[in-house]
């Protein structure tokens, strides 16, 4: 996910009394906000605002309940959260898909707001971001920074591309906002172009390891061991805890094996991946263990080829327990330019 800045110095602390400035992404393309669209807080609206042919998505924020102290405390509370990280997603989201708006106001290929996110703990701490911006630290929260559950649409029409900032990136004002990002500037508009016609996809898999392990095994040939009868029961014991580090040695090399096939195959059809951190059975929610959790960033042209392959290899897979799950588009929250 991207981040504008990263500096330890901690030059000036937001007032709470004074609004501040909430930023979610960063355009080339004016887009105009229906009055009825809220921002994080749920009180102020969305506007945009333009410098040098790169536009700013922002709301005005009460520094109040924004300030440093009280985002560390609610980052932990998920009822305080999970609404506003919807918020958040669902702007970024309105912004990708608002070029491709029909006469009637109607996205010809819209994107479907995610469910509310599961809170997993994945990225780095945030503190005061330079001069102007403090980005807590991420628990729970938008995709790279915490985990969402997927959403149900695939659709890949048309959209237009945006460099999403990391959730709560917020600035004392526009002035100290554009002083951050300008002297970036020629490598956000290359982001943009290079995305112009890539989405991110999410591709998790999960893995029945009892259903696994018996399909493995019944595809090796049973190793030669000493009768069990001609064993003292001290040998017996040893003997079983030997095979059973063998099992599963031979199961973590079918796995990955596996695994490797997956994603080889799957990035022959997408410009770019990366691999990101398995979340918990606690946090995920699924009764399986994830075993790989991965985002592509698709070429447009290229993605029925891309779908069809996924297909392809959950059904290969299905039988030896493999589950796969897919959801999309993104923002390309996984591959921003470390700015």
């Not at 102290?69 to 305080?80: G, I, Q």
């Not at 997603?89 to 290929?109: K, P």
Request: charged share 20%; hydrophobic share 35%.
């Amino acid at each position: 996910m991207s981040k504008i800045a990263d500096t330890n110095q901690a030059n000036s602390i937001l007032s709470d009394t004074s609004p501040g400035i909430y930023t979610y992404c960063l355009t080339r393309t004016r887009v105009s906000f229906p009055h009825t669209m809220m921002g994080i807080d749920g009180v102020h609206e969305v506007y945009s605002v333009e410098q040098e042919g790169i536009f700013a998505v922002l709301s005005h924020v009460s520094l109040k309940e924004y300030n440093e102290e009280t985002l560390d405390k609610n980052m932990t509370v998920v009822a305080w959260l999970a609404p506003r990280a919807k918020r958040h997603e669902d702007v970024i989201e309105f912004v990708m898909t608002h070029a491709t708006l029909n006469q009637n106001g109607i996205s010809n290929s819209p994107l479907s707001p995610p469910l509310p996110f599961s809170s997993s703990v994945r990225g780095t701490g945030g503190g005061i971001q330079g001069d102007n911006e403090y980005s807590p630290p991420l628990v729970g929260g938008v995709r790279g920074g915490g985990e969402l559950l997927p959403k149900e649409d695939t659709s890949t029409g048309q959209h237009t591309p945006v460099v999403p900032l990391r959730f709560c990136t917020i600035y004392k004002n526009q002035e100290g906002l554009f002083k951050t990002i300008m002297p970036h500037k020629e490598q956000i508009i290359n982001f943009l172009d290079y995305t112009a016609d890539k989405t991110e996809w999410s591709v998790k898999v999960f893995c029945d390891k009892t259903i696994f392990v018996k399909y493995s095994d019944k595809n090796k040939e049973p190793s030669a061991t000493t009768a069990q009868t001609s064993l003292l029961p001290g040998e017996a014991y040893l003997l079983a805890k030997k095979m059973r580090k063998i099992k599963e040695e031979n199961f973590k090399q079918d796995l990955q094996m596996y695994l490797k096939d997956i994603d080889f195959t799957l990035s022959q059809f997408a410009d770019s991946y990366r691999f990101l951190q398995c979340t918990d059975k606690s946090i995920h929610g699924r009764p399986l263990d994830m075993v790989m959790n991965t985002a592509f960033l698709v070429e447009q042209q290229t993605f029925n080829m891309f779908k069809d392959t996924l297909d392809m290899l959950a059904e290969k897979y299905r039988n030896e327990g493999l589950v796969f799950e897919f959801s999309g588009p993104w923002p390309p929250y996984n591959f921003c330019p470390a700015l």
